[in-house]
């Protein structure tokens, strides 16, 4: 029995304060119930019985969110599916994140035309073990950013993270198809979306996929009978494989009319930019979670560019601002939009949930000498720390940089091709020395040019680069 939906649309909070004006203390609202509070941040696309809902989580409850484990890292997408689960986290509620170790050896055909290619057992184990340590890894920082913003927040219990290869590994076929597979329609598998998006398409789809959401409802109901939990999250294109999870609840575990009233849905939308783009790719390529994979600086950035048409939605998602703190914020930004005051705030909070004070840090560091202008407070640990996996960043001995010509080193260097190309890059005042204009092409570089002795910021042009530091 599928139960009945409400589709979320934003609620918006205008307060005629000053952003300034709200005590910082008040990073969590507390007056409003979750529900309220999760669809003012624009993070509730669906929602099972909300009414029901609401009262249910009036006592402590038991959430699931499921990450595929196709990726060694989360990504910037995985955010907002996380997100809501940590204000679920946050407010006392027990909180599980499983990892498709399963599952993702058959593939989700969820919001695809074409079939995935089934990844090798020994990668999605590698990937299982690090997503482990990532998520384990953001709830711990995500928690400390919290408690920083609301002190009195003390009722956090650990989140656990899972592997529904445990209980699916030892299942047996032939009794998965006599105690699960009996419970399920073909007619209603056929009318879900993600199969009928893939019925549509040239090749259709492969049986191993059309099991996907059997194994995704057999998971929710394995939680409920061994954790007690009633509550799946997860992104608006699950949908249909969540509520095959309740569905078989239902019948299991249900009254005679194979309803049971206990477990609900609740789903975030798939993120998409103003211009149409999917969220979290940066040219084409993820945005990582992991500093290894998407540095400080790269991460920061991606959100400092955020377009004034997405700035408010993504405070609203991706801080733990209060949603009236963030409404004055942008009618402040509105006023003075050059400032850009709502996406240098946007940065900083997911950089400082995500990367903690260190990666903040080192992401303004490096913002200032690549996008700066003036360099007066910067100092050269700093910035040799902050830019220590960046190709502009080289490291090198008194010899090779002290006593020889700037356009000479350009050269050298590979900031400009050749040394009568540096040379004419000076001479049209095109080639930086910390940011100051070097014309004369027999400048020779000395350890009083460089920053703190140690540090030397090179720069082509408008936006080309070469930081070159003493060993």
């Given at each position: 029995?599928?139960?009945?939906?409400?589709?979320?649309?934003?609620?918006?909070?205008?307060?005629?304060?000053?952003?300034?004006?709200?005590?910082?203390?008040?990073?969590?609202?507390?007056?409003?119930?979750?529900?309220?509070?999760?669809?003012?941040?624009?993070?509730?696309?669906?929602?099972?019985?909300?009414?029901?809902?609401?009262?249910?989580?009036?006592?402590?409850?038991?959430?699931?969110?499921?990450?595929?484990?196709?990726?060694?890292?989360?990504?910037?997408?995985?955010?907002?599916?996380?997100?809501?689960?940590?204000?679920?986290?946050?407010?006392?509620?027990?909180?599980?994140?499983?990892?498709?170790?399963?599952?993702?050896?058959?593939?989700?055909?969820?919001?695809?035309?074409?079939?995935?290619?089934?990844?090798?057992?020994?990668?999605?184990?590698?990937?299982?073990?690090?997503?482990?340590?990532?998520?384990?890894?953001?709830?711990?920082?995500?928690?400390?950013?919290?408690?920083?913003?609301?002190?009195?927040?003390?009722?956090?219990?650990?989140?656990?993270?899972?592997?529904?290869?445990?209980?699916?590994?030892?299942?047996?076929?032939?009794?998965?198809?006599?105690?699960?597979?009996?419970?399920?329609?073909?007619?209603?598998?056929?009318?879900?979306?993600?199969?009928?998006?893939?019925?549509?398409?040239?090749?259709g789809i492969t049986f191993t996929e059309f099991t996907y959401q059997l194994l995704q409802g057999y998971d929710f109901y394995e939680l409920f009978r061994t954790r007690g939990c009633t509550i799946q999250v997860g992104g608006s294109d699950q949908w249909g494989n969540i509520l095959s999870g309740i569905d078989l609840i239902n019948k299991v575990k249900g009254d005679y009319a194979g309803y049971n009233e206990g477990c609900f849905a609740l789903t975030t939308p798939l993120l998409t930019t103003s211009q149409g783009e999917k969220f979290g790719k940066s040219a084409g390529n993820a945005i990582w979670?992991?500093?290894?994979?998407?540095?400080?600086?790269?991460?920061?950035?991606?959100?400092?560019?955020?377009?004034?048409?997405?700035?408010?939605?993504?405070?609203?998602?991706?801080?733990?601002?209060?949603?009236?703190?963030?409404?004055?914020?942008?009618?402040?930004?509105?006023?003075?939009?050059?400032?850009?005051?709502?996406?240098?705030?946007?940065?900083?909070?997911?950089?400082?949930?995500?990367?903690?004070?260190?990666?903040?840090?080192?992401?303004?560091?490096?913002?200032?000498?690549?996008?700066?202008?003036?360099?007066?407070?910067?100092?050269?640990?700093?910035?040799?720390?902050?830019?220590?996996?960046?190709?502009?960043?080289?490291?090198?001995?008194?010899?090779?940089?002290?006593?020889?010509?700037?356009?000479?080193?350009?050269?050298?260097?590979?900031?400009?091709?050749?040394?009568?190309?540096?040379?004419?890059?000076?001479?049209?005042?095109?080639?930086?020395?910390?940011?100051?204009?070097?014309?004369?092409?027999?400048?020779?570089?000395?350890?009083?040019?460089?920053?703190?002795?140690?540090?030397?910021?090179?720069?082509?042009?408008?936006?080309?680069?070469?930081?070159?530091?003493?060993?």
């Open positions: 029995m599928l139960e009945p939906v409400c589709r979320w649309s934003s609620i918006a909070h205008r307060m005629p304060l000053r952003w300034r004006d709200i005590p910082r203390t008040r990073y969590l609202h507390s007056g409003r119930d979750l529900l309220s509070e999760l669809s003012a941040r624009q993070l509730i696309a669906d929602v099972t019985r909300p009414d029901d809902f609401a009262k249910h989580l009036q006592k402590t409850q038991t959430i699931y969110a499921g990450v595929d484990p196709t990726a060694k890292s989360l990504h910037a997408g995985h955010l907002i599916p996380l997100l809501c689960l940590f204000h679920f986290h946050i407010r006392g509620h027990n909180t599980l994140a499983l990892i498709g170790g399963a599952t993702g050896l058959v593939g989700d055909p969820s919001g695809r035309m074409m079939e995935r290619s089934l990844s090798e057992k020994a990668q999605i184990e590698s990937n299982t073990v690090k997503l482990t340590d990532s998520i384990q890894q953001f709830f711990s920082r995500a928690t400390e950013y919290a408690l920083d913003k609301a002190p009195s927040l003390t009722t956090f219990t650990q989140l656990q993270v899972v592997n529904n290869l445990d209980w699916l590994k030892e299942l047996n076929l032939l009794d998965f198809l006599r105690s699960t597979g009996i419970h399920f329609r073909v007619n209603h598998m056929l009318a879900r979306d993600s199969v009928k998006l893939r019925m549509s398409a040239h090749n979670l992991d500093e290894k994979l998407t540095s400080y600086l790269d991460f920061y950035q991606f959100f400092l560019r955020t377009t004034d048409a997405d700035v408010e939605k993504y405070l609203k998602m991706f801080t733990l601002l209060p949603v009236e703190e963030i409404d004055a914020v942008v009618r402040e930004h509105d006023i003075h939009p050059e400032r850009r005051l709502a996406q240098t705030l946007l940065a900083k909070e997911v950089t400082l949930m995500v990367h903690q004070k260190e990666g903040l840090e080192a992401a303004r560091v490096a913002t200032n000498v690549l996008f700066g202008t003036d360099y007066s407070t910067l100092h050269a640990k700093d910035i040799v720390k902050s830019l220590a996996n960046d190709p502009r960043l080289v490291l090198c001995t008194e010899d090779e940089l002290l006593g020889i010509t700037l356009p000479n080193i350009a050269a050298k260097f590979g900031l400009a091709s050749s040394k009568s190309a540096a040379r004419q890059l000076a001479i049209g005042n095109g080639l930086y020395l910390n940011n100051v204009p070097q014309p004369d092409v027999r400048f020779k570089l000395e350890r009083s040019h460089l920053i703190d002795g140690q540090v030397a910021i090179l720069r082509a042009g408008k936006d080309m680069h070469l930081i070159l530091a003493l060993r």
